[in-house]
């Protein structure tokens, strides 16, 4: 093996990681984020594919490792180049796939589509394993370290320029590792492989390359139909594309919980959308005394509001800074807002040269911009507030709860108990919803709050809780000391002059019933006074939707999927009921039922075509190979996961943890791969059952350590857990190739099959661990990547007869599979 095919080997790698990622920007911009993790999921299945295709043309390919390497590298160029503009002809609607078995159709056309790339990848990288065998550790260190490296990159270049500019040069790396194998080759040998890269250069190099559109039925393309609307500015950051647009034919009003009584008309306002999502309003106003934002003090999120007098603010997410807004015209002394991206500051900052009649808020002298996370905030210094605020303006919501598996690290139980931490005497969180019917993410923010309150040793927690509600909207207080009842009567003043309902105060006698927004069957104060009551984990379990408490361990606030609700899919099925449920949710159990087939598929065919089993020493190694790299292909992805959305919750930057946590475990796990020799040189089984299950045991005890560490000081814990990443990850790099070596050393026909046995369980376990994590916990993942690595040891463990064999011939340096 020359070092030229493993420098091919991680610069393809790189590229194909990068390109992973880059995607995954392009399609949440084009889709909704579920969608674009779906779609690029199962698009990995092209290296399940080529696992396949390896074992059934495994000889002639090998014949001419150079030439198809270089082909297929080549190949992945082009694509690069040809796939997104072809996956937008298949004209994919995702608010029709849950029902529209048409779409489903093209949602399969999709994901093919873009498989092609990954495929030729697969191919490439597999060829090389199964060429050089008897080196696994050398190319699998090579293959890690390159896609750490091209993940980390990609990464980098998303948090400062567009996802599509990144494609050239993901093309131009591809073509790169083709002509790193061709190095030191023969003359006449390269000249086919040569030709061809020569002739893609131009074609990669040549003209504009396509840009993402976001789909037509998302909320920023539906919104530029309306006749005049234009786009008034953009910023590209780690958060995302911000788009800021103008609609001067038609005003953008947008203000959700507005009192169907108010006198003041909503200001006219600009519209943010990130990623299409959206709108968050930007109103123009001259400042805060113009009376075109009047309208702020009638809506249901200025409750807080007409409890005090002069209070000192925390608004928790900038949005469009009508919370900030609303806080001075309340007469705030004080209002300091955390906001962790940069160009949403920049937009407010500079609204004036957005639009001439756009004042900033933030230019107000009472106003400071704390730059970093709401976690970072709430857990250092010693700063107190009268008021912290959380509107929904800080989600840029998606729709039909497409967004319910996104973590939301600040509406957990450890961050509302943060917040009641850092109240003055008698100050409040408020926290305001949307309502859907049945009621359930306001019932979600109760028992959230409920919970947070016994975390501060709290016995009467009703009495620091009171709700109020509109008719699309609720907000809900809580206090760290009792409501006095004054502030009650002052709260029920409040809903009654503006048409609101208290549908929930701590002192009954004072609550008037919610006659003014009505609703079949259970109510909201139905709800709230269950959870309230003797048996609360009683009426949770049994109610329709998921309202458990958010927690660090389960960190999504949005989601609201039961399994007590799958009797009666069918039924809402046919009467176009299925937008009631969390789709998110539902898109991933569809990628699940997907998955499994194909991989099934890919897996099963290949054995038809490998040596036929005569003996039962055969059906020992491929039942063993079988089960031994589908579980470490799930185990890694599970732990990968599980990784990346801990460091959501402490970092807070989904695209910095997802560079963290890929490029960290990626790279460690490399240096583990390229350490496997001196691990074991024999590559016995029993050395690879020895590795497998150190893994698990490490991931159990990670685990627990995570766990103890969810207490600790964000400055704290995320090195904490980068570097309990780096440990465990350099451990589990050495599985792979030590199995590797060892099925090349005794059944090197199984090298491809395993190939393709690991692509599959890997693209299987990234929806898997999204399905298991929001139903029962991050850690409860974790524990069940361990159980996968233990029954990887088992499978290695397994008496076999060829073992003998490979224990007696040592693996010599030139020795080729």
């Not at 131009?202 to 139909?225: A, F, I, M, N």
Request: aromatic share 8%.
């Amino acid at each position: 093996m020359t070092p030229w095919l493993a420098a091919g080997v991680g610069v393809l790698a790189g590229a194909a990681l990068a390109y992973q990622v880059v995607l995954t920007r392009v399609y949440s911009l084009a889709y909704w984020q579920p969608y674009a993790f779906l779609i690029i999921s199962m698009a990995l299945l092209g290296i399940g594919a080529s696992g396949m295709v390896l074992s059934l043309w495994r000889d002639r390919l090998l014949a001419r490792t150079p030439w198809v390497f270089a082909a297929a590298a080549a190949a992945f160029a082009l694509l690069v180049r040809v796939c997104p503009a072809a996956s937008e002809a298949v004209a994919f609607n995702p608010l029709e796939v849950i029902w529209d078995l048409g779409q489903q159709v093209r949602l399969l056309a999709l994901c093919l589509v873009l498989a092609a790339p990954f495929f030729c990848v697969g191919l490439a990288l597999g060829l090389a394993l199964t060429r050089h065998g008897d080196r696994a550790g050398r190319l699998y260190l090579f293959d890690l370290l390159g896609s750490g490296c091209g993940a980390l990159a990609a990464v980098i270049w998303l948090s400062a320029r567009p996802a599509a500019d990144a494609l050239p040069w993901i093309a131009w790396g591809g073509l790169a590792a083709g002509l790193l194998v061709l190095i030191g080759l023969p003359r006449r040998r390269i000249v086919p492989p040569l030709v061809l890269i020569a002739g893609l250069a131009p074609l990669v190099g040549q003209g504009d390359w396509p840009r993402p559109q976001p789909s037509p039925y998302k909320p920023l393309s539906l919104h530029l139909t309306v006749a005049g609307a234009k786009v008034v500015a953009e910023r590209t950051g780690p958060f995302g594309d911000l788009t800021v647009i103008e609609s001067p034919a038609v005003p953008l009003r947008h203000a959700p919980g507005l009192s169907l009584t108010a006198p003041a008309v909503p200001a006219e306002q600009l519209g943010l959308f990130r990623d299409g999502l959206g709108p968050v309003a930007l109103p123009l106003a001259a400042g805060v005394a113009d009376d075109r934002l009047a309208y702020l003090d009638h809506q249901i999120a200025a409750a807080p509001h007409r409890l005090m007098s002069a209070p000192s603010v925390l608004v928790l997410g900038l949005g469009g800074g009508t919370e900030v807004w609303r806080a001075l015209r309340a007469g705030a002394h004080r209002v300091d807002v955390v906001e962790p991206d940069a160009q949403l500051v920049s937009v407010l900052t500079e609204a004036r040269r957005v639009h001439v009649e756009a004042a900033s808020p933030l230019a107000d002298r009472r106003v400071t911009v704390l730059p970093g996370t709401a976690r970072e905030w709430l857990t250092q210094g010693v700063d107190r507030w009268d008021v912290i605020v959380l509107s929904p303006e800080t989600g840029f919501g998606g729709a039909a709860g497409l967004q319910s598996t996104q973590a939301t690290p600040v509406r957990t139980v450890e961050a509302v108990a943060a917040m009641l931490a850092r109240l003055t005497p008698g100050g409040m969180v408020a926290m305001t919803t949307g309502l859907r019917t049945p009621p359930r993410d306001t019932l979600r923010v109760v028992s959230t709050a409920l919970a947070a309150l016994s975390v501060h040793g709290i016995a009467e927690p009703g009495r620091h809780l009171a709700v109020i509600q509109g008719w699309d909207t609720a907000t809900t207080l809580i206090k760290a000391v009792p409501f006095a009842p004054s502030e009650i009567t002052a709260l029920s003043a409040f809903a009654g002059s503006s048409g609101f309902d208290l549908a929930y105060g701590p002192d009954s006698s004072t609550v008037e019933q919610a006659a003014r927004h009505r609703a079949a069957g259970a109510t909201l104060r139905d709800g709230i006074e269950a959870m309230l009551s003797a048996d609360p984990t009683g009426f949770v379990n049994a109610y329709k939707f998921d309202i458990r408490p958010a927690t660090d361990d389960r960190p999504y606030a949005h989601f609201g999927f039961s399994w007590r609700l799958v009797p009666d899919l069918p039924a809402l099925l046919a009467q176009g009921g299925l937008t009631v449920l969390d789709t998110g949710y539902l898109v991933h159990g569809a990628a699940l039922a997907l998955a499994v087939p194909l991989s099934l598929v890919l897996i099963l065919v290949p054995v038809a075509f490998l040596p036929r089993p005569t003996n039962p020493v055969r059906v020992v190694t491929k039942l063993r190979t079988l089960l031994f790299f589908l579980a470490i292909g799930l185990g890694f992805l599970l732990v990968e996961i599980a990784f990346i959305e801990r460091l959501i919750l402490s970092l807070g930057v989904p695209l910095h943890a997802l560079g963290a946590g890929l490029a960290g475990m990626l790279v460690m796990a490399g240096l583990g791969a390229g350490w496997s020799r001196r691990f074991a040189p024999m590559a016995s089984a029993a050395a690879v059952a020895v590795a497998a299950g150190t893994v698990a045991v490490l991931i159990t005890g990670l685990a627990a350590g995570l766990a103890w560490l969810s207490p600790a000081d964000f400055q704290v814990r995320w090195p904490m857990e980068m570097a309990a990443l780096a440990v465990v990850s350099f451990v589990m790099g050495l599985p792979f190739p030590l199995a590797l070596r060892h099925v090349s050393a005794t059944t090197p026909g199984l090298v491809p099959w395993a190939w393709a046995i690991n692509g599959c369980a890997s693209v299987v376990g990234a929806v898997l661990a999204t399905l298991i994590a929001v139903q029962i916990g991050l850690g409860a993942l974790l524990l069940v990547a361990a159980l996968m690595y233990a029954v990887a040891a088992g499978a290695m463990a397994w008496p076999c007869p060829r073992d003998r064999f490979a224990a007696r011939a040592p693996l010599l340096p030139g020795r080729q599979a």
